[in-house]
């Protein structure tokens, strides 16, 4: 069964998420020591990367043949996890010629993600925080829908274990991967 809606596209009347302060506390914090599972395979700790990483974390990833939860497009910053993926995807080779290694995550289980990574040719690994490990050292903005619960869109960049760069609310998610491209553009490593 398909869809009704273009997974790929965002709707022109999405409402636009503001800055709750939810955020606020990260600049500059250390990145909590939590082995996340790759999607391929790896278990990834964050804590213990060199260099620049950019961390794209996303309420989750819609499939063509799966309906959206209840209310999806009327929650603030909730809708766009699928083009947010694909312009990371597109700006890959650019923000690695900046310095930085890319990872999305999300709370969904490893599988989800592996299917959504080869589905849409993602040239880096998704993480997931299914247990909410990250999310809750961290103290990550989320929400509930449908009995899941969700991290709010929002972007990390990690230097030598430490929270260097936040962006929050991320709006429009489809352009966000050019955002971080500029910033990095702006204060070279």
Same mark, same amino acid.
């Given at each position: ?7 790929? $596209?965002? #709707?022109?009347?999405?409402? !636009?998420?503001?800055?709750? @302060? ?5 600049? @500059?914090?250390?990145?909590?020591? !939590?082995?996340?599972?790759? /999607? ?5 700790? &964050?804590?213990?990367?060199? @260099?620049?990483?950019? !961390?794209?974390?996303? #309420? ?9 939860? /209840? ?6 910053? =909730?809708?766009?996890? /699928?083009?947010?993926?694909? *312009?990371?995807?597109?700006?890959? +080779?650019?923000?690695?010629?900046? *310095? ?6 999300? /709370? +969904? ?10 589905? &849409? ?8 925080? =299914? $247990? ?5 050292? &961290?103290?990550? #903005?989320?929400?509930?829908?449908? @009995? ?5 869109? &929002? ?13 929050? #609310? ?8 050019? $955002? !971080? ?9």
């Amino acid at each position: 069964m398909a869809r009704g809606d273009n997974i790929h $596209e965002l #709707p022109a009347d999405l409402p !636009v998420p503001v800055d709750d @302060g939810a955020c606020d506390h990260l600049a @500059g914090a250390a990145v909590p020591s !939590v082995r996340l599972e790759s /999607t391929a395979g790896r278990m990834i700790d &964050l804590s213990a990367l060199s @260099g620049r990483t950019v !961390v794209y974390c996303y #309420p989750r990833t819609g499939r063509p043949d799966v309906e959206l939860p /209840t209310g999806w497009n009327a929650i603030p910053g =909730a809708r766009g996890c /699928t083009p947010e993926s694909c *312009g990371f995807r597109d700006h890959f +080779q650019e923000l690695q010629s900046l *310095g930085a290694d890319v990872f999305g995550l999300s /709370t +969904q289980e490893s599988d989800y993600q592996r299917e959504a990574a080869k589905r &849409l040719h993602l040239p880096f690994e998704l993480l997931s925080d =299914a $247990e909410l490990g990250f999310a809750r050292v &961290l103290r990550l #903005p989320t929400f509930h829908v449908d @009995g899941m619960t969700l991290i709010k869109r &929002l972007t990390l960049v990690l230097r030598g274990g430490r929270i260097e760069k936040v962006f929050y #609310p991320v709006f429009p998610p489809d352009k966000h991967a050019e $955002e !971080v491209a500029a910033w990095l553009t702006v204060n070279p490593r």
